[in-house]
């Protein structure tokens, strides 16, 4: 079976429509199932979603009754509905849910390292917009408590393509795509500044400042504060001239380094920045674009950016790596969850699995350093290049060991916003960086916590 929910709800078996749900409430129940198709939703929830927290006394009966009734008509088409404890789930049998397939197209845009491979996954997973989530079965009311992941991710799948055409060049396209889209969301910074962008290479250096200026008068008038980081710098950008904005494929806030697209280490310590190679640390699964480290190419490029490897041993590593692709996959997802337990010991102080994890690692880096001295007379224990492909996974155990011994880690704060989660060894480090790539919004917004 094949279910659209964004836009009128659709159901369809082998490419013909069916008709489902007589009622527009049960095509709304079914469409809230199939939103959290293979987990449970309560029917306390479905109760308060329906009835838009005002159920009559009957509701719970009604519930029951329109299960009954979509069981009916589903199961003819192998699409199950099962009762779990004090709610119900559709079970993921691999029937295609527009929401899903949208999420998963955005996803490997996201990752695509090629332009026009992230534009053409783009149009595709856009195109399934056909409207509003549900919208001939669910209220404004119950869409907008609905659909605020949907929206999310709308926006954000606009804005990854609305960047790589700015990469191939199509700054009137991107334009044309934004300017409606920045007068719905006049304080998404990053939408904004990718406006701003486009603008100024389209030659309306006018029209991006004017923008600037109403966005920030917004920002200060409605929420207090200044913008962030990114939008400012694409402002001085502007005002200078600089050539660096008109020249494609390059979001300024990037660090490039041998073609490689690195985050700025702004954690202060690099096993932090190890952390904060991930956004999105607070939700599930990883949202689009959260990963950096998207190869094996790139962590031992980072690893030698932030001075946990040498120069020669990058070189070894990217000849090694492309002698054997597969070993240096496993190698990457070893050190991936390597961060996981890092970011636990972090943030969670009473995680003991996590920190035996990291203790393991350090023990095996242990094992494979060596000592050597600088020309001023210091030294410093660096890994061995016998490592081989595990260097950079060695080098970030030992740097997460020596931060957990020092007494600063009691000092980290991270972003709350599940967008986010970076970390920084203080407070100020969150305020000055946590909006830049990460969650998007004023840091200053934010509260933060100790880890």
Same mark, same amino acid.
Request: charged share 30%; aromatic share 6%; with cysteine.
């Given at each position: $079976?094949?279910?659209?929910?964004?836009?009128?709800?659709?159901?369809?078996?082998?490419?013909?429509?069916?008709?489902?749900?007589?009622?527009?409430?049960?095509?709304?129940?079914?469409?809230?199932?199939?939103?959290?198709?293979?987990?449970?939703?309560?029917?306390?929830?479905?109760?308060?979603?329906? &009835?838009?927290?005002?159920?009559?006394?009957?509701?719970?009966?009604?519930?029951?009754?329109?299960? #009954?009734?979509?069981?009916?008509?589903?199961?003819?088409?192998?699409?199950?509905?099962?009762?779990?404890?004090?709610?119900?789930?559709?079970?993921?049998?691999?029937?295609?849910?527009?929401?899903?397939?949208?999420? @998963?197209?955005?996803?490997?845009?996201?990752?695509?390292?090629?332009?026009?491979?992230?534009?053409?996954?783009?149009?595709?997973?856009?195109?399934?917009?056909?409207?509003?989530?549900?919208? @001939?079965?669910?209220?404004?009311?119950?869409?907008?408590?609905?659909?605020?992941?949907?929206?999310?991710?709308?926006?954000?799948?606009?804005?990854?393509?609305?960047?790589? %055409?700015?990469?191939?060049?199509?700054?009137?396209?991107?334009?044309?795509?934004?300017?409606?889209?920045?007068?719905?969301?006049?304080?998404?910074? %990053?939408?904004?500044?990718?406006? $701003?962008?486009?603008?100024?290479?389209?030659?309306?250096?006018? @029209?991006?400042?004017?923008?600037?200026?109403?966005?920030?008068?917004?920002?200060?008038?409605?929420?207090?504060?200044?913008?962030?980081?990114?939008?400012?710098?694409?402002?001085?950008?502007?005002?200078?001239?600089?050539?660096?904005?008109?020249?494609?494929?390059?979001?300024?806030?990037?660090?490039?380094?041998?073609?490689?697209?690195?985050?700025?280490?702004?954690?202060?310590?690099?096993?932090? +920045?190890?952390?904060?190679?991930?956004?999105?640390?607070?939700?599930?699964?990883?949202?689009?674009?959260?990963?950096?480290?998207?190869?094996?190419?790139?962590?031992?490029?980072?690893?030698?950016?932030?001075?946990?490897?040498?120069?020669?041993?990058?070189?070894?590593?990217?000849?090694?790596?492309?002698?054997?692709?597969? %070993?240096?996959?496993?190698?990457?997802?070893?050190?991936?969850?390597?961060?996981?337990?890092?970011?636990?010991?972090?943030?969670?102080? +009473? @995680?003991?699995?996590?920190?035996?994890?990291?203790?393991?690692?350090?023990?095996?880096?242990?094992?494979?350093?060596?000592?050597?001295?600088?020309? +001023?007379?210091?030294?410093?224990? &660096?890994?061995?290049?016998?490592?081989?492909?595990?260097?950079?996974?060695?080098?970030?155990?030992?740097?997460?060991?020596?931060?957990?011994?020092?007494?600063?880690?009691?000092?980290?704060?991270?972003?709350?916003?599940?967008?986010?989660? &970076?970390?920084?060894?203080?407070?100020? #480090?969150?305020?000055?960086?946590?909006?830049?790539?990460?969650?998007?919004?004023?840091?200053?917004?934010?509260?933060?916590?100790?880890?």
């Amino acid at each position: $079976m094949e279910f659209r929910l964004l836009g009128p709800f659709e159901a369809r078996h082998e490419g013909h429509p069916v008709e489902i749900g007589s009622r527009r409430q049960e095509r709304c129940l079914l469409g809230v199932l199939l939103l959290d198709a293979g987990r449970v939703v309560t029917t306390d929830r479905l109760i308060d979603l329906l &009835w838009n927290g005002s159920p009559p006394a009957s509701a719970r009966g009604a519930v029951q009754t329109y299960i #009954g009734r979509l069981r009916g008509s589903l199961t003819p088409y192998e699409v199950r509905i099962s009762t779990r404890g004090h709610g119900y789930l559709v079970e993921a049998d691999g029937h295609r849910i527009d929401v899903e397939e949208f999420g @998963d197209l955005v996803r490997r845009a996201s990752a695509a390292a090629d332009p026009a491979e992230r534009v053409r996954l783009l149009d595709r997973g856009l195109a399934l917009c056909r409207g509003p989530l549900l919208a @001939d079965a669910a209220d404004d009311e119950l869409r907008d408590r609905l659909q605020g992941t949907v929206e999310e991710l709308r926006l954000v799948a606009v804005e990854l393509r609305a960047e790589a %055409q700015l990469a191939l060049g199509q700054h009137a396209r991107a334009i044309a795509e934004l300017v409606p889209l920045a007068a719905r969301h006049p304080t998404r910074e %990053q939408l904004v500044a990718t406006l $701003m962008t486009a603008l100024y290479r389209g030659a309306r250096q006018a @029209d991006a400042l004017r923008l600037y200026r109403t966005t920030r008068e917004l920002l200060v008038a409605e929420l207090g504060v200044e913008p962030g980081p990114r939008l400012r710098e694409v402002h001085r950008r502007i005002l200078r001239g600089d050539d660096r904005l008109d020249r494609p494929g390059r979001p300024v806030y990037e660090v490039r380094v041998r073609d490689e697209s690195l985050p700025w280490s702004v954690g202060g310590h690099p096993a932090l +920045d190890f952390c904060n190679t991930f956004a999105g640390w607070g939700h599930e699964p990883p949202l689009p674009g959260a990963e950096w480290l998207r190869g094996y190419r790139t962590l031992a490029v980072w690893a030698g950016h932030v001075g946990l490897i040498d120069d020669v041993s990058v070189n070894r590593l990217l000849h090694l790596g492309r002698r054997d692709p597969d %070993q240096a996959d496993a190698v990457l997802t070893e050190t991936r969850r390597l961060r996981t337990a890092l970011y636990a010991c972090l943030t969670d102080p +009473d @995680d003991r699995p996590a920190f035996d994890t990291v203790a393991r690692h350090a023990e095996a880096a242990a094992k494979l350093l060596v000592f050597r001295r600088d020309a +001023d007379g210091r030294g410093r224990w &660096w890994p061995d290049l016998a490592g081989g492909l595990r260097l950079p996974l060695h080098a970030s155990a030992w740097s997460a060991a020596e931060l957990l011994a020092d007494p600063r880690r009691f000092t980290v704060r991270s972003c709350p916003d599940e967008r986010c989660g &970076w970390l920084f060894l203080d407070e100020s #480090g969150l305020r000055r960086w946590c909006s830049l790539g990460t969650c998007g919004r004023p840091a200053a917004r934010s509260a933060c916590h100790s880890a």
